[in-house]
């Protein structure tokens, strides 16, 4: 094995030997010069001083020059030439890509440590020239280590990484193993997947196309579907009983597998505190529902959360977190005639009544004037197919609507639109159109792009067609700037129109809310249709209940935090702030303050607080997060489907570089060096010369008479 | 004699080099070191050395009964002492050696600095004996000449503050020159710090000697000279000849000190067979043991004759 250098060109530093005796010889010039009457008495001493071209230390000047060479030959990066691994073994050297499942339901029993410990494994069974990455993966997937032969690098990295909270998507991982298997120079190829292959992770269209020859290896931890218990969902409805806000939580909780009946209890906490426990039994492969006592919820930005109180196997499903705030209805006002008309109201009060989260605060005015007051503080005002009447009417609504106030115009046979006012609607009001001889018309057209119908947009989320519209008023959009059809009837007039006016919006509805020209409020698609156009109307924008663990948010995006229920109203937080982020586990994230973006990553499920840095108390606002319950069906995948899938669409060989061999060698000669890595040695060999050689020349200056002047070389 | 110098240690403090240095002008130096030294002492050994009267004074304590007046106590029933007027017939000359050696001082007084103060003391003590005082500075030639008179005191002081160490120094041309223009006899004070072979030193005072002169010595060295104190490794560079020689002052103490000892006591030696007065002086000492020889030497003189 002989000894040779990666880069010899470093060797010339050895001029650098000479460095430790010039400078000694040359030292004198510094020496302290003392002016005397005269040195006829000196030059007579016998002893005066000792040369200094004389080497007097031998052992100091040798620690010096050993030092200055060993550092030298590091640079030059020196190793074992060994022939028999520069030849190669057998069909070369490999690229391995280990790829590691993390999704939390690796965390059922020991599989983790299995995991760890089968990816150790294969980088112990790597060959001296193989390469290996590491890379991690669960809904998204990160390259700890890229294409490394350091062995202890590879099992380091491998020990930095614990499990996510996240759930199995396959696709991210092994697109990112197809990539770094594709871009390397190796002739052999080799993929390590470590998972429970979960057949909720694999959706099979994923699209992964590996090198030819690619010898892929499962690592399968999951030898049958396990039973598993969740949370699979929670609702919290909620009522204004005195003002306050009172909360009913109930939850749907589901068992995968199992035999025979499961006894279990449900624990309801509020706050950190328990609430109610409440007793259930899950039927095998089943479901099962729970409702708890209704509790009273005071302040905002509440963390609870409903679990099981002894988890299972896969712990991180078996509790669902939520946050609370009292609720902030919007006012609303309905405008009739009254009198014997009073019943033409009833079913939009009744339909806005019915809410889970008492979203509505609804006032009916009979009759009457309008008036500046009487509008103060209403979200949305409801013209019920009544005359606006006169003293000042007009002008409080138009006031009202161009300051932001939202209005529903339902044009039935009573409405009297006055001229002042016609450029708030979104067009001109015509006749009315009787279609009392046919079978009547229906909803032909819906805007389903228009957050009014976007939550229609899906099979099955609400039936339009069955509603019978039998008389409507003729309304004429001409413009199409100044007003936006939302819906049409099949014979192409409109149903629903839509104008923006200053800061508010006006919708007129062409038919009545009342059972009488149409029989709309009779369908079960009435209630969230209107509960739609009010909220609309309002400007009040739906709000995402909770959050899945990995997804980012963006506290410095005002208008993107407004539509996931954080802020609106509230105000967006103040990007000129800073902020922290208490995380579930209790970690501080400092959110600082300025332009762009201010990240913050929701790791782990529970519940995250914001609040202004330097508050202990003040809760901002806070989120929270629950675990992606597609994680919680535990049925495994056959592993062969997955390895099928990757290697049949691989028909391509991959194109071998012309200068691959030659590049090889020179990696060959760069991988003995890096895996014997004797610079390192050299280096600290030479850190404890020049220590010893420290306390030597201390030592010997200290010495009477025995200074540097005759010292070392 | 051991009585005289005993006493004359009370007023030592005013005779301090370090104390002189703080006093810019050298006639003050001079008569404030030689009415201070005197006044310490218990006997005046050279009033009356004349035999012209001169005054009467009163008597102080200290002063000589033999020269009591005492018909003048018969008279008057007090104390009196008779004063003469004392002779005005010796030159009194120093030769200053200004050598650039003479600039060393390794404390707050140069070799130089102490020879002019000496140099100051001798010839105001002269002057008050009346004698012609004169200076020559010399380096390795005469610098400045002084003629020796009863008027040039003050000139030989100015002479004295102007004195600058300059180049290097030798004894033997300028001692010669020296010679031949004092031509009348008279007492020579040689003041240097005499860095040649003795028997060089010692062949150009006895060019000193011939017209007749007497010639004391004063032989003057910095501590730092005598000790060789220095620590550490050092450059030792002379300051006549510039040149540079590396010195581990532990290593050469002893053996600079012993050949110091060899040369000094070479020296004293020769200059007693020779008749010269020798005194070696530490420029960190006082200069009453310079003032005393001088007394001594004065007080020989004068029974000589």
């Given at each position: 094995m002989p000894l040779r250098f990666l880069v010899p060109a470093f060797l010339l530093g050895l001029a650098a030997l000479a460095i430790p005796v010039l400078v000694h010889l040359t030292r004198k010039q510094k020496a302290r010069v003392v002016d005397f009457p005269s040195l006829m008495f000196l030059e007579r001493v016998p002893f005066r001083a000792e040369s200094r071209r004389r080497i007097h230390h031998w052992l100091l000047l040798l620690f010096r020059t050993l030092a200055v060479a060993l550092v030298v030959a590091a640079f030059a990066r020196p190793f074992l030439h060994r022939e028999d691994l520069a030849a190669g073994t057998g069909a070369g050297p490999r690229e391995v890509v280990i790829l590691v499942d993390r999704s939390?339901?690796?965390?059922?029993?020991?599989?983790?440590?299995?995991?760890?410990?089968?990816?150790?494994?294969?980088?112990?069974?790597?060959?001296?020239?193989?390469?290996?990455?590491?890379?991690?993966?669960?809904?998204?997937?990160?390259?700890?280590?890229?294409?490394?032969?350091?062995?202890?690098?590879?099992?380091?990295?491998?020990?930095?990484?614990?499990?996510?909270?996240?759930?199995?998507?396959?696709?991210?991982?092994?697109?990112?193993?197809?990539?770094?298997?594709?871009?390397?120079?190796?002739?052999?190829?080799?993929?390590?997947?470590?998972?429970?292959?979960?057949?909720?992770?694999?959706?099979?269209?994923?699209?992964?196309?590996?090198?030819?020859?690619?010898?892929?290896?499962?690592?399968?931890?999951?030898?049958?579907?396990?039973?598993?218990?969740?949370?699979?969902?929670?609702?919290?409805?909620?009522?204004?009983?005195?003002?306050?806000?009172?909360?009913?939580?109930?939850?749907?909780?589901?068992?995968?597998?199992?035999?025979?009946?499961?006894?279990?209890?449900?624990?309801?906490?509020?706050?950190?505190?328990?609430?109610?426990?409440?007793?259930?039994?899950?039927?095998?492969?089943?479901?099962?529902?729970?409702?708890?006592?209704?509790?009273?919820?005071?302040?905002?930005?509440?963390?609870?959360?409903?679990?099981?109180?002894?988890?299972?196997?896969?712990?991180?499903?078996?509790?669902?977190?939520?946050?609370?705030?009292?609720?902030?209805?919007?006012?609303?006002?309905?405008?009739?005639?009254?009198?014997?008309?009073?019943?033409?109201?009833?079913?939009?009060?009744?339909?806005?009544?019915?809410?889970?989260?008492?979203?509505?605060?609804?006032?009916?005015?009979?009759?009457?004037?309008?008036?500046?007051?009487?509008?103060?503080?209403?979200?949305?005002?409801?013209?019920?197919?009544?005359?606006?009447?006169?003293?000042?009417?007009?002008?409080?609504?138009?006031?009202?609507?161009?300051?932001?106030?939202?209005?529903?115009?339902?044009?039935?046979?009573?409405?009297?639109?006055?001229?002042?006012?016609?450029?708030?609607?979104?067009?001109?009001?015509?006749?009315?159109?009787?279609?009392?001889?046919?079978?009547?018309?229906?909803?032909?057209?819906?805007?389903y792009e228009h957050p009014v119908f976007e939550i229609f947009r899906g099979p099955r989320t609400g039936d339009f067609t069955r509603a019978r519209f039998f008389r409507s008023r003729n309304l004429q959009v001409a413009d199409s700037a100044a007003g936006r059809v939302l819906a049409r009837f099949d014979d192409g007039s409109v149903a629903l129109a839509e104008k923006q006016v200053g800061k508010g919006r006006v919708l007129a509805w062409t038919s009545t809310m009342d059972a009488f020209w149409n029989d709309l409020p009779r369908q079960a698609v009435f209630l969230p249709f209107l509960h739609q156009v009010v909220r609309y109307a309002s400007g009040r924008t739906e709000h995402q209940a909770v959050f899945t663990a990995g997804q980012i948010l963006d506290l410095s995006d005002a208008a993107a935090m407004a539509t996931v229920g954080l802020g609106g109203a509230e105000g967006a937080p103040d990007v000129h702030q800073e902020r922290v982020a208490v995380t579930p586990s209790g970690r501080s994230l400092v959110l600082a303050s300025g332009q762009g973006p201010r990240f913050l990553h929701l790791e782990e499920p529970g519940v995250y607080e914001v609040r202004p840095a330097g508050s202990a108390d003040e809760r901002h606002m806070a989120v929270a997060v629950n675990v992606d319950l597609g994680e919680a069906d535990l049925a495994p995948l056959d592993p062969e489907e997955v390895v099928a899938s990757m290697l049949a669409r691989s028909g391509e060989v991959p194109a071998q570089r012309g200068d691959g061999g030659a590049r090889a060698g020179r990696l060959r000669l760069e991988d003995q060096e890096r895996r014997q890595a004797l610079w390192r040695v050299l280096l600290a060999t030479a850190f404890v010369l020049l220590a010893a050689e420290t306390l030597l020349s201390n030592r010997i200056s200290r010495i009477p008479g025995r200074s540097g002047f005759h010292a070392g070389s | 004699m051991a009585s005289v110098s005993s006493s004359a240690r009370a007023g030592a403090q005013l005779l301090l080099p370090e104390v002189l240095a703080r006093i810019d002008n050298l006639e003050l130096l001079a008569r404030t070191v030689v009415e201070g030294f005197l006044n310490g002492l218990h006997r005046s050994i050279y009033l009356g050395l004349s035999l012209d009267f001169a005054e009467h004074r009163p008597y102080m304590p200290g002063d000589d009964i033999r020269r009591m007046d005492w018909r003048l106590f018969g008279r008057t029933d007090r104390h009196y002492i008779k004063l003469f007027e004392a002779e005005t017939n010796a030159n009194f000359v120093v030769l200053l050696d200004v050598s650039r050696s003479m600039a060393y001082g390794s404390h707050a007084v140069t070799k130089l600095d102490y020879a002019r103060y000496l140099a100051a003391c001798l010839t105001y003590f002269a002057r008050r004996q009346r004698d012609r005082v004169g200076i020559i500075t010399f380096d390795d030639d005469v610098v400045e000449r002084v003629p020796p008179s009863a008027r040039n005191l003050d000139l030989c002081l100015h002479t004295l503050h102007r004195a600058e160490a300059g180049r290097p120094g030798e004894l033997g041309r300028p001692l010669l020159k020296a010679t031949e223009s004092l031509r009348r006899k008279g007492i020579l004070a040689l003041i240097s710090d005499f860095y040649e072979d003795a028997e060089s030193v010692l062949s150009a005072v006895r060019l000193l000697q011939g017209p007749g002169h007497d010639v004391m010595v004063f032989h003057l060295l910095d501590p730092a000279e005598l000790e060789l104190p220095f620590e550490g490794v050092s450059d030792f560079r002379d300051m006549e000849s510039g040149e540079r020689i590396p010195v581990v002052p532990a290593k050469v103490r002893e053996g600079y000190r012993v050949l110091l000892a060899a040369h000094t006591a070479e020296l004293r030696d020769r200059f007693t067979a020779a008749g010269v007065d020798y005194a070696l002086l530490d420029t960190s000492g006082p200069l009453d043991q310079a003032l005393f020889r001088f007394l001594l030497h004065r007080e020989k003189r004068s029974r000589v004759r």
């Open positions: 939390y339901s690796m965390g059922v029993g020991n599989r983790w440590e299995q995991a760890l410990e089968a990816a150790r494994a294969a980088v112990r069974e790597l060959g001296p020239l193989d390469r290996a990455s590491v890379v991690f993966f669960a809904r998204s997937a990160s390259v700890a280590v890229r294409s490394d032969t350091d062995q202890g690098r590879l099992l380091a990295a491998l020990d930095t990484v614990g499990l996510s909270h996240e759930s199995t998507a396959y696709g991210p991982g092994l697109k990112l193993a197809q990539t770094i298997l594709e871009e390397t120079e190796l002739p052999g190829r080799a993929l390590v997947l470590v998972g429970d292959f979960q057949r909720a992770g694999w959706t099979g269209d994923e699209g992964i196309r590996l090198p030819a020859g690619t010898e892929v290896t499962p690592v399968v931890l999951a030898s049958e579907a396990r039973p598993n218990r969740a949370v699979a969902g929670v609702s919290l409805s909620r009522e204004k009983v005195a003002g306050r806000d009172r909360i009913t939580p109930s939850a749907r909780l589901t068992r995968t597998g199992g035999d025979g009946e499961e006894a279990a209890e449900i624990v309801l906490e509020v706050e950190g505190r328990e609430l109610q426990r409440v007793p259930v039994t899950l039927p095998a492969s089943g479901a099962a529902s729970v409702t708890f006592e209704p509790f009273n919820l005071s302040r905002p930005h509440t963390g609870g959360a409903i679990r099981f109180a002894d988890s299972d196997d896969l712990a991180p499903d078996d509790v669902h977190h939520f946050v609370l705030s009292p609720g902030r209805a919007i006012p609303v006002l309905v405008l009739d005639e009254g009198g014997r008309n009073a019943a033409s109201s009833l079913f939009i009060t009744e339909a806005l009544a019915i809410s889970e989260e008492g979203s509505f605060d609804v006032a009916v005015r009979a009759g009457g004037g309008i008036t500046t007051s009487l509008l103060d503080g209403v979200s949305v005002v409801v013209v019920n197919d009544r005359p606006l009447g006169g003293g000042g009417a007009a002008g409080a609504l138009r006031t009202y609507v161009e300051g932001g106030g939202g209005l529903l115009v339902v044009l039935g046979e009573r409405i009297r639109w006055p001229q002042e006012l016609a450029d708030l609607l979104p067009g001109v009001v015509g006749g009315i159109v009787d279609r009392a001889d046919a079978s009547g018309a229906r909803l032909g057209h819906l805007d | -």
